[in-house]
Structures are given as structure tokens and as C-alpha cells.
């Protein structure tokens, strides 16, 4: 059976030390109080697993001591079973709407004391390993919470302070070079082509760690977006490297125009359209842009004609630094966490379809934005 400290709350005596007698034999710690005043100094003053309440008292009431107790926080989760008059269902009505956690008819009858009052006691046990769980959970979260905020203001902090000095670098190699000019032996030009690139990839690195810190701290602006313009602006940034490849970029005539935010939208589309051109095969890359509404989100879908991806990477690919590829394509491996991170931001989902040596499709979903 439960064990526990239980308070008597009687003002007949007779009844206290039958309660009392009766308890005590069952290996519960008992105190008693002899009306409302004094059980609630009890109460308030040492710890108690729950009270056994008379409800017709002179003075002070077993209602008035309940209503006490229930709008007292330190002492609402005592739980209180009420002793009653047999007659008075109406009573017993009453103060299980104030909160009591059980009833008992006097005179009380020892099994179903014993069986309510421990049920009472496990119940008040179980609820608080609950509320200790979930204020060691609370705890944890708060710290995790408080880590990855360190962490995020460590990663921006850094990259932020790094980009300065790789400019530096940069800059004086280009410097060097051209005030060397024809003095340059051809190794030495090339040593110096090598510390350039190496400036060039860390600048590049940087800038997609700033891009990942803000992808979780940039305000977002939802506002109306056109996608078939957007699609334009993007198209025209990304000509050198379409032109370059080859690249056929097409979409599904009229695009809708959508409410989110554009910043975001636009930067996980770059990345995809990006990557659709630069994971090509010989052949020329062909690229083709959907987005159409279902259900309650947008889905967005960009498909290509590239080498694809096997089954066991299409998960890992959206971690930090995760990339199939080595140094023949460049490529820091953050681009796909970024576009995670900003569809979570936004209560999305994105995934890859792919089939090795004939092509993915990348998709990702948006919840419609109520509008404002
Ligand atoms: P990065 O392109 O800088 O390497 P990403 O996070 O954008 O980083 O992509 C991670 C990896 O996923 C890439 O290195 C590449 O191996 C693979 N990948 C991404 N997009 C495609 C695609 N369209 N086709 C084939 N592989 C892809």
C-alpha cells in the first residue's frame, strides 16, 4: 500500500481517534486538527501527502478549508478527501467541484478508507514524478536552448570576424602579384594562384556560415510574392553559370503568386536550381521549376537531368558539411542545411526523389500564411 503523512481534520473527537487508530494500523504517519483554523496552520506549516477533511464543522467549514486550500499554490496539490454525512450528497457534490479529490460517508467504512486513500496517495505520487519529469525536461531544454544560442552567436561572432582578415589576404596577394609583375617565375605565380583560390573557397565557406546563422534569425517578411518574377530576378542572377553549363531553366506557366517570405523562398531556390546545374552529367543540364498548392501548403518541386544521388544519401545530404563530392566540383556542404533550416523555420518539409545517373527532384513544402 502507499505511505504518506495524512492530516485528520475533525472536529469530533471520537471520530479524530478512530481515524487517527485506524491509519496509524496501516502504517500511515498521521496528525490531527481539531477545525479549519488549525489544519491549515498544520498545512501551511509542515508537509502532508493528503488530508482526510469533515466537511460540518463549527466555525470554520471543510468548504471554507478547501476554498483555502485550492487558491493557495503551495498547498492546491495537497489532495483532500472529504468526510460527509451520509444524507448530504449535495455536500459531497459541491466540494468535489472545490477541488476534493474524493468522498467518504461517516461513519467511515475501513475498506473503502483504505482503498480511496490509497488511490488518493498514488495518484498524488504519480502526478508528482510528472511534474518533477517535466521540470527536469524544462530544465534540459532551457539549457539546450540557451547552448544553441551560444553557439549561434559563436557562429556568426566567427565567421563574421573571419571575413575581414581572408579579404586582407586576398588583397595583399593581389598586390604582391602585381608589383611583381613580370619578375614572377611561372611556380611562383602558380604558388601564389593556389594561396588565392584557398582565400577565395574560405571567403566562399564564410559567407555560407553567415548564411546558415541568419537562415534562423533574419525577421521574417511575409508578404505577397510573384513567383514567376521572382524565377526571372533568380534566372538572371544565376546567368553566367546557366550559360556556362549549357543550362535549360524552365517552369510551368502561370506560377502562382504566393504569400511568404520572399528572402527565403528565393535563397532555398538559388540553392536548389544551383546544385540541378552544378551535379550535371555530360549532357546539357535541363532544370524544371513546379509549385503548386495542396491541401493546406505550397509544394515546390525542382527536377534535373543530373547525376542523382543514391538511396543511402538522400537523408544525410540536408546535415551540415555533408557532401558527396570532393574537390572536382566546389562546394562547402552547407547549401542544403541552409534550405533545411529555413523550411523548418516555416513549418515546412523538404526532401530528394533521385535515381543514380538519370536525375533528382528536389521538393519542398511552405504552410499557406494566413493573411494579415
Ligand atoms: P554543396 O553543393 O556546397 O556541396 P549542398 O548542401 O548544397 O552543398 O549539397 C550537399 C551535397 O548533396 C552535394 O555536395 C552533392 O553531393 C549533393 N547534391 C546536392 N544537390 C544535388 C543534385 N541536384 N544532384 C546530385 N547531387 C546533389
Redesign the pocket.
Known amino acids: 500500500p502507499e505511505q504518506g503523512r495524512v492530516l485528520v481534520v475533525d472536529n469530533d473527537e471520537i471520530n479524530r481517534y478512530l481515524l487517527h487508530k485506524h491509519l496509524d494500523l496501516r502504517g500511515y504517519e498521521v496528525d490531527h486538527a481539531a477545525s479549519g483554523w488549525e489544519a491549515l496552520a498544520k498545512l501551511r506549516s509542515e508537509p502532508f501527502d493528503a488530508a482526510l477533511l469533515d466537511l460540518m464543522m463549527p466555525g470554520m467549514s471543510g468548504f471554507q478549508v478547501l476554498a483555502e486550500l485550492k487558491a493557495d499554490t503551495l498547498l492546491r496539490d495537497i489532495p483532500v478527501l472529504v468526510l460527509s454525512a451520509r444524507e448530504d450528497l449535495a455536500g459531497v457534490a459541491d466540494s468535489i467541484k472545490g477541488g476534493a479529490e474524493d468522498y467518504l460517508f461517516k461513519p467511515f467504512d475501513p475498506v473503502l478508507l483504505d482503498a480511496r486513500l490509497s488511490t488518493t496517495l498514488e495518484r498524488k505520487r504519480l502526478r508528482d514524478q510528472e511534474r518533477q519529469r517535466n521540470a527536469e525536461l524544462e530544465q534540459v531544454s532551457s539549457a539546450l536552448r540557451r547552448s544553441n544560442e551560444d553557439l549561434q552567436r559563436f557562429a556568426y561572432a566567427a565567421s563574421h570576424d573571419l571575413q575581414a582578415p581572408v579579404r586582407t589576404v586576398n588583397t595583399y596577394l593581389q598586390l604582391l602579384e602585381r608589383r611583381l609583375g613580370n619578375r614572377l617565375q611561372s611556380d611562383e605565380r602558380e604558388m601564389i594562384g593556389y594561396a588565392r583560390g584557398a582565400a577565395k573557397r574560405m571567403h566562399a565557406l564564410i559567407q555560407?556560415l553567415l548564411s546558415y546563422s541568419r537562415a534562423s534569425t533574419e525577421a521574417v517578411h511575409v508578404a505577397p510574392l510573384d513567383c514567376e518574377e521572382l524565377l526571372g530576378v533568380l534566372v538572371n542572377d544565376l546567368r553566367v553559370l546557366i550559360d556556362e553549363a549549357g543550362a535549360a531553366v524552365s517552369w510551368d506557366h502561370p506560377l502562382p503568386v504566393i504569400l511568404a517570405d520572399a528572402t527565403a523562398v528565393r535563397q532555398i531556390l538559388q540553392?536548389?536550381i544551383?546544385?540541378?546545374i552544378?551535379?550535371r552529367r555530360d549532357e546539357s543540364p535541363r532544370v524544371h521549376i513546379t509549385i503548386v498548392g495542396k491541401g493546406d501548403h505550397w509544394r515546390f518541386c525542382v527536377r534535373?537531368n543530373?547525376?542523382?544521388?543514391a538511396p543511402e544519401?538522400t537523408k544525410r545530404?540536408?546535415e551540415m558539411f555533408?557532401?558527396?563530392?570532393g574537390d572536382d566540383?566546389?562546394?562547402?556542404?552547407?547549401?542544403?542545411?541552409?534550405?533545411q533550416r529555413l523550411v523548418d523555420r516555416f513549418g515546412g518539409k523538404i526532401w530528394?526523389d533521385?535515381e543514380v545517373g538519370r536525375?533528382?527532384v528536389?521538393c519542398f513544402t511552405l504552410p499557406f500564411q494566413a493573411p494579415r
Open positions: 555560407d540553392n536548389l544551383g546544385n540541378a552544378k551535379y534535373d543530373g547525376q542523382g544521388i544519401h545530404i540536408f555533408q557532401r558527396l563530392h566540383l566546389p562546394g562547402s556542404g552547407i547549401g542544403l542545411a541552409i534550405c530528394v533521385s536525375g533528382s528536389f
